[in-house]
């Protein structure tokens, strides 16, 4: 299995960054995606669920703090999963992480870093 992210950077607040994850190694279409978010400072342990999506994209969830700012989707043709974030906050800031929970485990991407700064 592997998780590769893209599209992190540096963006004002209320700014917009669209991330994507590539996914391979795995059956992509059979599986729900998520992202979480890990803060800067915080353990591995303390990463935060963002968004999920379920196998065939007609469900999701978000956390309650970007609830009408982020938005999940997938494209299961192209083995992606992408979360548009709009109206970015500082408190945003942090590592992006995709991850997939198979019957082999769960697995992570590396990351993309975004930071919402003046």
């Known amino acids: 299995v592997q998780l590769a992210e893209s599209g992190g950077g540096l963006v004002q607040p209320g700014g917009s960054l669209r991330l994507s994850c590539t996914a391979s190694?795995?059956?992509?279409?059979?599986?729900?995606m998520s992202w979480f978010r890990q803060a800067p400072g915080k353990q591995r342990e303390e990463r935060e669920l963002?968004?999920?999506?379920?196998?065939?994209?007609?469900?999701?969830y978000y956390a309650e703090d970007v609830k009408g700012r982020f938005t999940i989707s997938r494209d299961n043709a192209k083995n992606t999963v992408s979360l548009q974030m709009n109206s970015l906050k500082p408190e945003d800031t942090g590592m992006y992480l995709c991850?997939?929970?198979?019957?082999?485990?769960?697995?992570w991407g590396q990351g993309t870093l975004v930071t919402v700064s003046p």
């Open positions: 991850s997939v929970k198979t019957s082999q485990g769960d697995f």
């Open positions: 963002v968004a999920t999506i379920s196998a065939g994209g007609g469900s999701t």
């Open positions: 190694g795995f059956p992509f279409s059979a599986y729900g």
